[in-house]
């Protein structure tokens, strides 16, 4: 599922039930906690791959040569050439460019 305002670059492979997520409800004051609905684009770096069941929230920047590991739940922007695991993702390892 990829929502729209999402960018990939070049040769970025993406797995199964990957979730690409740009909408989010920010919180609101107390008479409505969930805010109007707002959009924050998400940028994939060429050659990244997402693999399986992967989720990528709103407002995320992947970099280019980055392996997002499956089931990783991607929270925040995350530098290029790297692999990450885990809820919230992790880097685990840095790749060579």
Known sequence: MIYPHTELGDRVSLAPNVMIIT???PIGP???RT?????RPVRIGSGSTVNAGSIILAGCTIGEGCVVLSGT?????????????GDPARIVRRLGS
């Open 73 to 85: 739940r991607v929270t925040r922007s995350l530098p290029a050439h790297c692999v990450v695991a």
């Open 30 to 32: 107390p008479g409505q």
């Open 35 to 39: 805010a109007l609905l707002e959009r």
């Open 23 to 25: 909408q989010w409800h």
